[in-house]
């Protein structure tokens, strides 16, 4: 038995040459079904059909939601994720038992970034190797013909539920993952990159002084969620200079 965890980036025409021939060694893709009109499942299943893989749909256990934002939430939202991975380990390693193989979980993006799916697959105790994908961040930084960070400078790279407390803490320049909404009050004078479902037909981009792009970003983040059905963006933030 053996588990392939394989970067995608941000769909079928990101697969890199070393993921394609890696998919050609393996004999099922696992993966977890949101709900049955999981889009991100819908991109893997097209990867999979281009290589003749089967996908093995496991349904994803429910998740225990909390708010945050005290120390003791924080330690519910760690424990409920614990849960929420304890879970699935136990949906893949049934799986591993009955089908045995090589089994391919493709990542969204980057494995490194974000992503349950290292892990999770510690914990089934079998061996695995990690190939490398287009993350959002690298596509964000592409789009926008930019580097994410100055001359020998530093990027940080952070979630919105933490970006408050980041830029309190000093960061600077920070590049901004899994956000909800954005909240970028009192930011006017800082400078944004911003993109929303990159990779895909629907992608949309705006780049400015936060107090001037800020509405257009609001109504691109509208008309992309309408117009795909989701939304995920990510965006560089840079305090001015
Ligand atoms: C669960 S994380 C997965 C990140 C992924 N592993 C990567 O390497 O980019 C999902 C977040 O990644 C970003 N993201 C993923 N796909 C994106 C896309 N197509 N366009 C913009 N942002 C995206 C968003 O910030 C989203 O909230």
């Known amino acids: 038995m053996r588990v392939r965890v394989l970067g995608v980036g941000m769909g079928a025409h990101h697969v890199t040459a070393e993921v394609a021939e890696a998919l050609r060694t393996c004999d099922y893709v696992i993966a977890a079904a949101k709900s049955a009109d999981d889009d991100l499942l819908a991109a893997r299943r097209t990867i999979a059909d281009a290589y003749g893989l089967e996908v093995v749909a496991v349904p994803d256990p429910e998740r225990d939601r909390v708010s945050t934002g005290s120390t003791n939430e924080d330690a519910a939202y760690q424990r409920a994720v614990a849960d929420w991975h304890e879970a699935r380990v136990a949906a893949y390693e049934t799986v591993l038992r009955e089908r045995g193989g090589t089994a391919a979980f493709l990542v969204w993006g980057d494995p490194s970034l974000y992503d349950s799916t290292i892990r999770i697959v510690e914990r089934l105790g079998v061996d695995y190797d990690v190939l490398p994908g287009i993350s959002a961040p690298q596509l964000l930084a592409a789009r926008h013909r930019i580097v994410l960070h100055g001359v020998g400078m530093a990027v940080h790279v952070t979630t919105a539920r933490r970006l408050r407390d980041d830029i309190a803490a000093g960061q600077t320049n920070l ?12 930011l006017d004078d800082w400078s944004i990159w911003w993109g929303a479902n990159l990779g895909t037909v629907d992608e949309v981009l705006v780049a400015g002084r936060v107090g001037d792009v800020l509405g257009a970003i609001e109504a691109a983040r509208a008309t992309a969620k309408e117009t795909a059905g989701w939304v995920m963006d990510v965006y560089l933030l840079r305090a001015p200079a």
Do not use: Y
């Open 175 to 186: 590049c901004v993952m899994l956000g909800a909404r954005l909240d970028l009050d009192g």
